[in-house]
């Protein structure tokens, strides 16, 4: 079967770094993508990775091991706007997403 | 360019009627995805639509169905509403050719079943 662990709630203060971690099991693995999705908003897409390492976009960055089967999505520089849920999905055969259950992660000032 | 649009926002039906839902995906896209989103279960892969074919299936019972036409619009329908059913229904949209821009999703439907 297919499964994908990610914390559910995390806190940091605005100004820091929080990494978010995912796990997954999959069969066809294809590809490993993180989605920011705001309260009653779409999920908008953040991050792709298909081959091992990592990935830097701006204050966001996602790391991908595929021999653990361990991702995960790094903010830096946290911003209030960045309260959101955070998505970890996994792309398997047939053009598939599997999600996680999403991590929500609060931002105090 | 345009996003994907899906309509109508939001809905509110009785149990046991059934309702349709809308998506348009971005110009040029020809893959047409459906999620189930609820709180408890997270985002859930209903099908997926390629070319006017269904190309995937998630394990929904025969209730949900959906269909592709020729300029890749979508519709989803679920019949025989349940009150389980209610959640936020999102499309997703790509390319059809597994690229690394992923899936881009719609605003979504937001479901109430009373």
């Known amino acids: 079967g297919q499964n994908i662990d990610q914390p559910t709630e995390m806190t940091a203060t605005e100004g820091a770094i929080v990494q978010i971690n995912c796990t997954y099991q999959?069969?066809?693995?294809?590809?490993l993508f993180w989605y920011q999705q705001h309260a009653g908003e779409a999920p908008t897409f953040l991050s792709y990775?298909?081959?091992?390492g990592l990935e830097e976009k701006g204050r966001f960055s996602s790391f991908l091991s595929r021999s653990k089967g361990y991702s995960y999505l790094l903010l830096k520089e946290l911003q209030m706007k960045d309260s959101a849920s955070y998505l970890c999905?996994?792309?398997?055969?047939?053009?598939?997403?599997?999600f996680g259950g999403g991590t929500r992660v609060l931002v105090k000032p | 360019k345009a996003g994907v649009t899906q309509t109508p926002r939001y809905l509110i039906k009785t149990r046991g009627q059934q309702v349709t839902l809308s998506c348009s995906p971005i110009?040029?896209?020809?893959?047409v995805s459906w999620y189930q989103q609820t709180p408890g279960q997270g985002l859930q892969f209903l099908f997926e639509y390629f070319s006017e074919t269904q190309r995937n299936k998630g394990n929904f019972p025969g209730r949900f169905s959906g269909r592709q036409f020729s300029n890749s619009r979508s519709e989803m329908n679920v019949s025989t509403l349940e009150l389980g059913d209610s959640a936020l229904y999102l499309c997703?949209?790509?390319?059809?050719?597994?690229?690394?821009?992923?899936?881009?999703f719609g605003s979504g439907t937001r479901l109430t079943v009373v």
């Open positions: 999905a996994a792309r398997t055969a047939g053009n598939k997403l599997t």
């Open positions: 990775n298909v081959l091992d």
């Open positions: 997703a949209s790509e390319t059809g050719t597994g690229g690394s821009m992923g899936y881009t």
């Open positions: 110009s040029g896209h020809r893959s």
């Open positions: 999959t069969s066809g693995f294809n590809g």
